[in-house]
């Protein structure tokens, strides 16, 4: 049954399709299958489209967006439509699905807030001003790494995972950050909304005294702003007075553990697929040996990690707000409602996209993606990741420093991750581990 609500004309969800939903989107829960993919969402398409539809929560205008042409229109359209939500939470948004999943101070001003991020992470630029010294970390964390996998003789995620998490602290926080395991540990807890339930602090600490701790500890590292870290950055920048420097911080803290999982999806990838890790071979080999990779130099490379995102993107949900009474045909949304974006629901139709299913980088090269309009995987319009440029720099930056003397091998398959079979919606990267087989010197790069 379709119902409509006679004030904003948009078609809502029945109380039973609600229930649906609410589990497969809305709940917080641990490891499951790819929400965007779940048969209730796709049910949902097929009852409620082509147009938005209402969900019908108790006080709550969350709308779902279930039209690819909708979905360009939201995440496009200019601010006299659809604005980046309010990541305070009062618009609504469930707290597990806002970006990072780290919620903004009450009185935040959001205006305030992306200035800050555009300036400190460089967003308008591909390579950023500090990338020499990001650079040099990436290269000594990656040679670590490489010693580490020689030794043990396989990657494992929890092998690089323990790299990446060191690497974002040092560019994130400075170089004195690098092994503080336990500022990650409690923000991994905190993030995860299971304190004092996660690991070593459960039962140990109520939810606000970890909360303080992580923010007595991340203030000790914001204060001491070393020059070459982020928020040595953030306290040069003219945008930065005001507002919550530790909510900002935080954020940026997330958004690198987020970058860090696409790129090793992006390793699997090209373990996965030989035609594309001979392509990448083929940039890397025009290298020479003392130049570090940037973006702008393995241009197909980056395309792989774009891929990656499309595919399995880390954060699937984007959110808009509307700002005025907005028309879809005859019916009308009122303002302040929030519309959700399920970027995989676009990024993977099979009705449309011929490369649904399969990893092409190409699609990142030659127009096809940017062409769409929803295929986004750091969304798009005002409310674009001002993180990408720097995310993007940095995973293949570390990939390439893998890459250049060695070739990755799967030791163990994950189902559906074969050439010339459809991909799998969801992928457990956390199972995968790999061999880095050493190349001949020769081949290596130049």
């Not at 290269?139 to 010693?147: A, H, I, K």
């Not at 995972?161 to 004195?176: K, M, P, T």
């Not at 911080?249 to 594309?276: I, K, Q």
């Amino acid at each position: 049954m379709r119902r409509t609500s006679g004030r904003e004309g948009i078609r809502r969800t029945s109380v039973v399709d609600t229930v649906r939903l609410g589990g497969a989107l809305l709940a917080p829960r641990g490891p499951r299958p790819a929400l965007w993919t779940d048969r209730r969402v796709l049910r949902l398409r097929r009852r409620y489209g082509p147009g938005p539809v209402r969900i019908a929560l108790p006080g709550g205008r969350l709308v779902l967006v279930l039209s690819r042409r909708d979905a360009r229109r939201v995440l496009t359209g200019g601010s006299a439509e659809f604005a980046p939500p309010d990541l305070t939470g009062g618009d609504g948004v469930p707290p597990h699905l806002l970006p990072h999943r780290v919620p903004s101070p009450p009185g935040e001003d959001a205006v305030e807030r992306r200035s800050v991020d555009e300036d400190v992470l460089d967003a308008h630029q591909q390579v950023h001003r500090i990338a020499g010294p990001m650079m040099l970390r990436v290269q000594r964390e990656t040679s670590r790494l490489l010693d580490a996998v020689a030794a043990d003789g396989e990657l494992t995620w929890g092998a690089y995972a323990a790299a990446y998490r060191r690497l974002a602290r040092r560019i994130v926080l400075g170089d004195s950050a690098r092994d503080d395991r336990m500022l990650t540990d409690m923000f991994g807890a905190l993030l995860a909304g299971t304190a004092p339930g996660a690991g070593r602090f459960r039962r140990r600490r109520p939810p606000a005294a970890l909360q303080d701790t992580f923010r007595r500890r991340l203030r000790m590292y914001v204060e001491r702003a070393e020059p070459e870290s982020l928020a040595g950055q953030l306290a040069r920048s003219p945008a930065g007075e005001g507002g919550d420097p530790l909510s900002q911080v935080a954020r940026w803290l997330s958004g690198f553990g987020a970058a860090g999982v696409t790129a090793y999806r992006t390793l699997v990838l090209l373990a996965a697929h030989p035609d594309r890790l001979a392509r990448v071979r083929d940039e890397l080999s025009g290298l020479h040996a003392a130049h570090p990779p940037s973006p702008v130099s393995v241009p197909y490379l980056r395309a792989c990690v774009l891929e990656s995102a499309r595919l399995w993107p880390v954060a699937p949900v984007v959110w808009r707000r509307s700002t005025a009474d907005t028309r879809w045909g005859d019916r009308v949304l009122a303002a302040g409602s929030a519309l959700m974006v399920l970027l995989p629901l676009f990024g993977r139709d099979r009705a449309t996209l011929p490369y649904a299913d399969r990893f092409d980088p190409d699609v990142w090269l030659d127009g096809r993606a940017a062409a769409d309009g929803a295929v986004t995987p750091f969304g798009a319009g005002a409310g674009r990741c001002p993180g990408e440029s720097l995310a993007l720099l940095v995973t293949t930056s570390l990939l390439a420093s893998l890459l250049r003397g060695h070739d990755p091998r799967l030791l163990r398959r994950p189902r559906g991750l074969s050439p010339g079979r459809p991909l799998p919606q969801a992928l457990d990267h956390g199972a995968v581990r790999l061999a880095l087989d050493p190349l001949p010197v020769r081949a290596s790069g130049r």
